[in-house]
Every structure is written in C-alpha cells, then in structure tokens.
C-alpha cells in the first residue's frame, strides 16, 4: 500500500507553527529577574512559552502518523528503516553539541568545581545515552545548573521513536468516533495531571 500524498508536500502551516513554537521555547529562556510589575507581568507572559515544548511534541506525533499510517511496519526491513531514520534525525546534532559543550563543561567545573559526590563518567555518559528525562545530578559545588540540559526533550522524543511503530497499529483498529471521543478526554486528562503535578515552588510543572 503506497504512502498518503500529503507525505510528499510541504506544509506551509506546520512551518510557520514550528516558528512560533521555538520563538515560544527560546524566549522562555531569558526572563530578566526584577522587582518592577511590568517586567514581573512579562516574565510570566513568557513563561508560558514552556508550552512551545508540547507544541513540537504533538507535532511530531501528528507528523509521523501522517507519514507512517498507510505503511505496512510488518514487511522486512521496514522496522529497520524507520529506526535508522528516527535515530538519524535527532541523535547526530545531539552528539554534535555535546562534543561542541565540552570546551564548556571543562570551563565551567574548573570555576565552580564537579557537584558532590557527582560520578563523572556516569554524569557524561547519561548526556550520550540521552537520559536527561530520568537523570537530574547536580553538575557544580555552586550552582543547580546543568550541561545540556534541554536534552531531556530528546529523551522523551527518542522513547516516543521507540514505541510509536507498536502504538500505530493499535490506535488504527480503533474506530473513528472512539478516537474523536478520545480527544476530550486526553484533554482532561492532561488538564488534571497538570493540575496535580504542579510545581508551586518554582511555578512550573514537575510532570
């Protein structure tokens, strides 16, 4: 069975959206610490480009569902095929950046000395097996900052990767009406998870 015709097309929409969704995700990074109500009412303006997060992550779900939907996943190789080309889209550049970081790390531990009790090769080697989603050590004796931390959106993209070809098919024996039915729920669902994962403390969200 060939693929869906709309694979092959660019979508101008999803485009522009990827553009509002990093602009969201990258503004969210530099808040300005101040007392003054209008930067205060701005800050939490943009911390709600936290979202941006989600919005690449409903992307992608919708866009390998787009693609992979009319493929038959049970011909040989076609698993194969759809790992490699998964792995190559995110893991390369991730790898790039972390041996592009490693001036910095050395900088920044030099200055501020490795977190107690802090296992090194452990700490290096989460970041290369992409497991920021799970793995939160204190990098410095100073700070609760980490290195490369935003890769814990690769590990949650790379554990999505790696069930999607066993979720496809049984989301597509589901009946259209059970799947609309379906979207409010999750909505509520989410709605719910928010509301009792919330971090009060630090105004974000532990979930």
Known sequence: MSSSPIVNQNVPGLTALRFFAASMVFV??????????????????????????????????????????????SKPGAMRKYYVARIARIYPLYLFAIV??????YWWVSSHGWG?????????????LMQDAWYF???????????????????CEAVFYAFFPFILPLVKRIPTKALWLALPLSLIALTVLTAMFKDTAGGGFSL
């Open 137 to 155: 050590p204190t990098m410095s004796a100073t700070t609760s900052a980490d290195w490369l931390g935003q890769g814990w959106t690769l590990t």
């Open 116 to 128: 107690p009790g802090l296992n090194v090769p452990v700490y290096i080697g989460s970041k290369v």
């Open 28 to 73: 969210v990074h530099y808040a300005v610490k101040s007392t003054d109500p209008i930067t205060e009412t701005i800050n939490k303006l943009f911390a709600r480009g936290a979202g941006g997060v989600t919005v690449f992550f409903l992307l992608s779900g919708f866009l390998l569902a787009m693609i992979y939907t009319d493929r038959d996943m």
């Open 100 to 105: 592009l970081h490693l001036p910095f790390l």
